[in-house]
C-alpha cells in the first residue's frame, strides 16, 4: 500500500488518509483523454427544481469541474411542477447527451417516477428501471455482444472505484469474483447508494452485511460464491459482531450526531464514509490501515464517466444498425 498517495493519520504509524481526489485523478485523464478521441465537448443537462442549498452546492460543484475537465454544462432551473415537460424536452434534444436531476424534487414516490421519465440513452445517474434491474441481477451488458456497458449509479460506483484503487479487489481473481473472501460492513441501506452498494459488491464475491436502523440483511452469492448473482437475507446479528470480522466498512448516516464505534473496527481494516457527515471518529485512524473519509469528487467523475459510456453506447448501436 505504500504507492498510494496520501497523508500519514497522526499517532497511527500503519494507517494512511486517502483523499477522494487522488482517486478522482486516475479517471480524470482517462476521460480527458476520451474527451480529445471524440473531437467534441459532451453535453450535460443539469435540472435544480428545489430550494435546497446542498443541491445547488452539488449543482454548482458539479458544473465547476464538467467544464475544467471539458464537458458543457447548464444547469436548467425549473418550477417542480414543469419538470416533467422539460425532461422530456431534454431527451428529444440531440444536442444533449446526458441529463441529471438533482433530488428531492417532491421528497416522494414521486422522484422515483422522474427518474424514470429521463431517457435511458442519457441518464448519467444509471436511475433507469433497465439499469438498476441488470445491478440486481448482475447483468453487466446491454446487449449479447457485450460491447453496450450498463450505466451503474454514480456513489456505488464511486465506492467501488475507490476499493478497487486501495487494492482491496483482488485483480488475481477473474472478472467478477474479485472480492471473493472479503466480509464487508455498510451503515446505510438507502434506494440510491446503500443498497445498490451492498448488491455491487456481492456480485463481486463479496459477503456483505447491510446495517439500517431497524433491520439487517446480508448480501451474498453463496458458499464458494457458486450463484451467478447474489441473494438477500433477513439475519439478526449485531453491528458490533460482524464489524470486528469486517475488512472493509463503510458508513453513509446523514447525521452530524452518528459516529462509528471506533472499538468495533477490526484492526487494519478499511474504512470510508460516503455521508457529508463525518460518520468516523478522528481515532478511527488507530485501528484502520486506510481510511478514506470522503467521495464526492470520485462520484462526480463518475458521472462523466457514465456520460462518455452513454457516447459510446450509443454509438455501437449506430453500428449494429448499419
Same mark, same amino acid.
Given at each position: ?34 474527451i480529445e478521441e471524440l473531437g467534441r465537448k ?87 428501471? =433497465?439499469?438498476?434491474? #441488470? ?52 451503515? #446505510? ?13 456481492? #456480485? ?31 439475519v439478526e446479528v449485531k453491528l458490533e459482531d ?6 472493509? =466498512? =463503510? ?45 464526492? !469528487? ?12 452513454? =457516447?459510446? #453506447? !450509443? ?8
Amino acid at each position: 500500500m505504500s504507492s498510494i498517495p496520501g497523508s500519514d493519520c497522526a499517532g497511527a504509524v500503519a494507517c494512511r488518509t486517502i483523499l477522494a481526489s487522488s482517486v478522482a485523478n486516475v479517471y480524470t485523464s482517462e476521460i480527458k483523454k476520451s474527451i480529445e478521441e471524440l473531437g467534441r465537448k459532451p453535453k450535460l443537462v443539469g435540472f435544480l427544481a428545489n430550494a435546497d442549498p446542498a443541491a445547488r452546492m452539488y449543482a454548482e460543484w458539479t458544473g465547476k469541474t464538467c467544464v475544467e475537465i471539458g464537458f458543457m454544462f447548464e444547469l436548467r432551473e425549473v418550477d417542480k411542477e414543469e419538470l416533467e415537460d422539460y425532461i422530456v424536452l431534454a431527451n428529444e434534444d440531440d444536442d444533449v447527451d446526458g441529463i441529471m436531476i438533482y433530488f428531492p424534487v417532491f421528497g416522494n414516490r414521486q422522484d422515483q417516477y422522474l427518474q424514470q421519465v429521463v431517457s435511458k440513452d442519457k441518464d448519467v445517474e444509471g436511475l433507469s428501471h =433497465i439499469y438498476i434491474q #441488470n445491478l440486481y441481477h448482475n447483468v453487466r451488458y446491454l446487449d449479447d455482444a457485450k460491447t453496450q456497458k450498463s450505466i451503474l449509479p454514480c456513489t456505488p460506483l464511486a465506492l467501488v472505484k475507490i476499493l478497487e484503487y486501495l487494492g482491496v479487489y483482488n485483480m488475481i481473481l477473474p472478472y467478477g469474483n474479485r472480492l471473493y473472501g472479503k466480509t464487508i460492513t455498510i451503515v #446505510n441501506r438507502s434506494e440510491i447508494v446503500g443498497r445498490p452498494l451492498a448488491a455491487l459488491l456481492a #456480485n463481486d464475491g463479496a459477503v456483505v452485511y447491510s446495517f439500517d436502523i431497524d433491520s439487517v440483511q446480508k448480501f451474498t452469492r453463496g458458499e464458494g460464491i457458486r450463484l451467478r448473482s447474489h441473494r438477500v437475507s433477513d439475519v439478526e446479528v449485531k453491528l458490533e459482531d460482524i464489524a470486528v470480522m469486517s475488512d472493509v =466498512i =463503510i458508513t453513509g448516516v446523514p447525521s452530524e450526531n452518528y459516529k462509528f464505534e471506533t472499538n468495533y473496527i477490526k484492526d487494519g481494516a478499511v474504512c470510508v464514509n460516503f455521508s457529508t457527515a463525518k460518520n468516523f471518529s478522528p481515532d478511527v485512524k488507530t485501528k484502520s490501515s486506510l481510511y478514506v473519509p470522503s467521495v464526492g !469528487k470520485v462520484t462526480v467523475t463518475m458521472l462523466m464517466r457514465n456520460l462518455l459510456r452513454l =457516447i459510446t #453506447n !450509443k454509438s455501437s448501436r449506430k453500428f449494429e444498425l448499419n
